[in-house]
């Protein structure tokens, strides 16, 4: 079944970033957005403010929870988001990386700074990609944006979002990431209105961010990290964002992701 058009996947693998519109059904945006509040009334140990004390909203973010949250678990496995990574991934099976909540309330300063995710992560591989859907409606101002065609100029420098830090790759071991809001009509920049149903997939390697969210509207959003066949483990010497406490001892370097904690979500389609 075709879930996506051929100009969408073409847009994902040019630009690193498209848009599904009304992926999921009123229903489905109900349970979101049940998950998210779930998840903000009881966060797990990996749940972060992402924001600065004197921020007037709040940024948080919460990771890898449907194992516990069924509304999560549900949307993972029962929704096409799965379906529509398969397509965008030509074909390849599709295994869950991992789930993460990010929700800007009201008033929220705190941007989102430009980065690419994979280099926070232990993984490895190109055949992968991202999935964001707001449960709120998104103003442009307040939208994730991303760079076009960044999936395909390398890895750059992840860094602390608050404060700027190295944590992860050695200082001065990565190119940085360019300055793009000093000269944003330098770089080609997409972004979308979104409604809830709505959602984007990119590229683990796609710089993206986002401003924060002014006026009264809160911005929720629930994102699925998906895996295609050539993901591989790349344990770090560091702690990973997220992290997987002991996967070293679990998966060897180099060897697909094939874990109870990143469940099949779809096997490859065979060719008819
Ligand atoms: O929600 C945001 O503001 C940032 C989202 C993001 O960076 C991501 O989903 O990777």
């Known amino acids: 079944m075709q879930f996506i058009d051929q100009v969408t996947i073409d847009e994902f693998h ?7 519109r009304g992926l999921f059904t009123p229903e489905e945006v109900a349970t979101i957005e049940a998950g998210i509040e779930k998840n903000l009334a009881d966060p797990s140990p990996m749940f972060k403010v992402a924001s600065q004390p004197d921020d007037p909203g709040r940024f948080v973010e919460d990771f890898c929870n449907w194992n516990r949250i069924d509304e999560y678990r549900a949307i993972a496995f029962e929704s096409q988001a799965a379906d529509v990574a398969q397509q965008l991934m030509g074909g390849s099976s599709v295994r869950l990386f991992h789930d993460h909540m990010l929700v800007k309330e009201p008033g929220t300063k705190q941007e989102t700074p430009w980065h690419q995710d994979q280099p926070y992560y232990n993984v490895d591989g190109n055949l992968n990609c991202s999935m964001w859907a707001p449960v709120d409606p998104v103003v442009l101002e307040s939208t994730l944006e991303f760079n076009a065609g960044s999936h395909k100029r390398g890895w750059l420098m992840p860094r602390t979002f608050m404060d700027n830090q190295a944590k992860w790759f050695p200082e001065g071991s990565m190119s940085e990431i360019p300055q793009i809001e000093a000269d944003r009509d330098s770089f080609e920049i997409l972004g979308w209105e979104l409604q809830p149903g ?9 710089t993206h961010h986002a401003y924060g969210v002014p006026g009264a509207n809160r911005r929720r959003a629930f994102s699925l990290r998906f ?4 993901m591989v483990h790349a344990p770090r010497d560091w702690v990973t964002s997220p992290n997987f406490d002991g996967l070293n ?3 060897p370097q180099g060897a697909p992701m094939d874990h109870e904690l990143f469940p099949l979500l779809r096997p490859a389609m065979t060719l008819a």
């Open 14 to 20: 040019e630009n690193g970033a498209t848009v599904v």
């Open 227 to 230: 895996l295609g066949e050539d």
């Open 249 to 251: 001892l679990e998966i």
């Open 198 to 206: 709505d959602a984007v997939f990119f590229h683990m390697l796609t």
